[in-house]
């Protein structure tokens, strides 16, 4: 698990499967099937998982984030129309 972007309205991490993901350290708790992101719209209190074609999408993103460098703002902007899509409170357990 990777912080890829931290601010006072949205955290962004990347989460990554395991090359020991397929043996579960507890069968209890699920293991992850494919890497993927989650973004925490702070102000909201709600998160959102991107995998599959969502979370490709966002991988572009940040490659030509890598080779732009943009404003915080842009940043904020984009990561604001994929908090529109969360559903999920944060849990903190």
Sequence with gaps: MDMLYNSDT????????????????????????????????????KELFLEGSWAEQFQAHLRAWQENAPTQEEVEDTLAGYAELAQNPVVVH
């Design 10 to 45: 949205y955290s962004v991490m990347h989460l990554q499967v395991q090359d020991d993901a397929l043996v579960p350290v507890r069968p209890d708790v699920p293991a992850l099937a494919r890497h993927g992101f989650e973004i925490v719209d702070k102000r909201s209190g």
